[in-house]
């Protein structure tokens, strides 16, 4: 059983940085898609960035978060990042860390049915963007 606890949400200005962390206790032996996904009042969970942990330099990116906002792993830590920058009012949501077994990194993308194939879920953490 893969447990996710995320932190680092909370209140900033927009144009300002968090970094959100998720720690995973996630099998070493195992590789798998992780990533952080969002969701905002009124819209639909969303991919924002994943990342395949055994190895390669596979990383995916929204659109609307790319040159933004960088996913990182430390794997002594077995912890999931996700700096964000330049945080603008639309960044706000519930912020979800996720991850699913995988044994390459084909398939971590969020897009269309790769969402759903995630199916280990943190309880999320909020990130409000506001004047």
């Known amino acids: 059983q893969v447990q996710l606890v995320e932190s ?36 639909e969970r969303e991919g924002v960035a994943t990342i395949y942990t055994g190895g390669g330099i596979y990383t995916y990116y929204a659109d609307s978060v790319k040159g ?7 794997n002594a830590k077995n912890t999931l990042y996700l700096q964000m ?14 991850a699913r077994v995988a044994v390459s990194w084909v ?8 969402l759903g194939r995630y199916n280990y879920w943190g309880q999320g953490t909020q990130v409000t963007v506001s004047s």
Do not use: N
Request: aromatic fraction near 10%; charged fraction near 15%; proline fraction near 8%.
């Open 8 to 43: 680092g949400g909370g209140s900033v200005q927009p144009g300002g940085s968090l970094r959100l962390s998720c720690a995973a206790s996630t099998y070493r032996s195992t590789t798998y898609c992780m990533g952080w996904f969002r969701q905002a009042p009124g819209k």
């Open 68 to 74: 933004r906002f960088t996913i990182s792993r430390d």
């Open 85 to 98: 920058s330049s945080l603008k009012p639309e960044d706000t949501a519930m912020y979800y860390c996720a």
């Open 107 to 114: 398939g971590c993308s969020p897009e269309g049915p790769g």
